[in-house]
Structures are given as structure tokens and as C-alpha cells.
């Protein structure tokens, strides 16, 4: 039986030949890629992603401050079972048992750990990272985009986004803890003595899905020429950079469709 395009949701950058660039809508897209599903992009901007969430029925992922509903991308809606699903592990975790012919990316008894591994992968990188890449991100996005991601984010930090990481010390700051924490990840990797290229030895699971995607969407932001780049690809005795290189093959980007409200 032939599968029906599975229909993603995700956020347009304003280059058309880098258009996906968010980190967490990129651990979905690495997913279907790697698991060889079909699927279609349908692009949302910013401002229209609740509206585009609640037409097809997605639950929200988060809360706002006041208690309101939070709709969040990566969302899919798979017409081979009439299911909508957002947020990237809810959507791994869905893939995995609705196609379990494909690559296996969460096995079930890593299904704890992973879980485990989420929590601490945020806490130890994102921290830092965000002060960072924030301020670039804005400046990807398409005009709607770019005016509410401003908006939203200084009002949630209360502070300009230039303000997080300017030129000078505090910037050095924070992007030697991105290298402290890309050297956290490198360690667990290491934990039993001897050096594996995935979390789950030979095998891509979703913890490696999840650094590919940070990893992808630093090279979109900043450039393949950027000293942030050039920087990554030589920590870690290049582990970095050989793992960008392995997931290189699961980088496709669909052309998709504007979203229809």
C-alpha cells in the first residue's frame, strides 16, 4: 500500500536556498528523511501558526505567562491516519510506531534515556546558545516573521535581542559555553573509554538527530564561512564536524507550499 505525503509544518527563512533553518523544526525534517517517508513542507510565518495549528487540529505544546495556549513548529498531519502531532519527540516517538519499518530512532528500551537526554541537552546548551543565535535569527526570518519573533522574545527576556550577546566579553562569554557544553556532549559519548560517532554506537538515534539539527541551523544562521562554524568544526578533535558530515545525506529540503489559512 502506498503511503500518502505526510504534510510538515515548518518556518520559512527569507533565502530561498537555505529556507529551513530552525534547529527544532530540522530534528522533524532529519526524521522523515531518514526514515524515507514522503512528505510535503507546507511553510508557516510566525504570526500564523496558531491559526495554522488550530485549523488542523494540533494540540498546543506550550503555555504563555497569562496561562494561554502556546502552538508551536515542528507540527505534521499524516492523512494515512488522520493524526496531527506537534513538538519533535511527541513526532519521533509517533513515526516510530506508526512506521515501524523504517529506521527505528527512539528503541524502546532508550526510551527513558532519551527523555533523559532532552532535559539535559536544553539545560546545558541552550542557556548560552540562545543569547547567541536569537539575535541572528531575526535577522533570517521573512519581514512578518521578524517583526512578532522580535516582539515576543524581548517582551519574554525584556531586553533588546542586541543586547544578549554584543561584540566584546559577554558574547565570549556565552560562546565558550556552547563549546563547554558541545564538550559535556562529547564526554557522554566517550563515557565507557572508547569513541562512538552516535549515541547509540553504529546506529543514528533521536539524540544525535537533536545535535545535528543545533547543529545544521548554526551553520544556516551564521554561514558556512563564519568563525562560529570554522570554530565547531574543530572542537572536539572534529567530532562535530564529522557528524554534520554523516547527516549531510538526510539534508534534502522539499520546495513545499505557503501555508493556506
Not at 42 to 62: F, S
Amino acid at each position: 500500500m502506498s503511503i500518502k505525503p505526510i504534510v510538515f509544518y515548518d518556518i520559512p527563512g527569507k533565502h530561498a536556498s537555505a529556507k529551513a533553518w530552525s534547529p527544532n523544526t530540522w530534528k522533524t525534517r532529519y526524521c522523515l528523511n531518514i526514515k524515507g517517508l514522503p512528505y510535503e513542507t507546507v511553510w508557516v510565518e510566525y504570526p500564523d501558526i496558531e491559526a495554522a495549528l488550530r485549523k488542523v487540529g494540533a494540540a498546543a505544546t506550550m503555555q504563555k505567562p497569562d496561562g494561554s495556549p502556546l502552538y508551536t513548529l515542528p507540527a505534521i498531519y499524516d492523512p494515512n491516519t488522520e493524526t496531527t502531532i506537534a513538538d519533535s519527540a511527541k513526532i519521533v516517538r509517533y513515526l516510530d510506531k506508526t512506521y515501524p519499518d523504517t529506521p527505528r530512532l527512539i528503541p524502546a528500551e532508550t526510551d527513558a534515556l532519551h527523555a533523559a537526554f532532552h532535559a539535559a541537552f536544553e539545560s546545558t546548551l541552550i542557556p548560552d546558545l540562545l543569547k547567541i543565535v536569537l539575535p541572528q535569527a531575526v535577522n533570517y526570518l521573512l519581514p512578518r516573521s521578524a517583526a512578532y519573533f522580535r516582539a515576543t522574545r524581548e517582551a519574554h527576556f525584556g531586553a533588546k535581542l542586541e543586547e544578549f550577546a554584543p561584540p566584546g566579553p559577554k558574547r565570549e562569554q556565552h560562546w565558550n559555553g556552547v563549546k563547554t557544553a558541545f564538550n559535556t556532549f562529547a564526554q557522554w559519548l566517550q563515557a565507557d573509554g572508547t569513541d562512538k560517532p552516535f549515541f547509540l554506537g553504529d546506529k543514528i538515534g533521536f539524540a544525535d538527530v537533536t545535535i545535528a539539527a543545533f547543529l545544521v541551523s548554526i551553520r544556516i544562521l551564521f554561514g558556512a564561512d563564519s568563525k562560529e562554524w570554522a570554530d565547531i568544526l574543530t572542537w572536539d578533535g572534529g567530532r562535530w564536524a564529522r557528524l554534520y558530515k554523516a547527516f549531510s545525506k538526510y539534508d534534502a529540503v522539499d520546495t513545499g507550499k505557503d501555508v493556506e489559512l
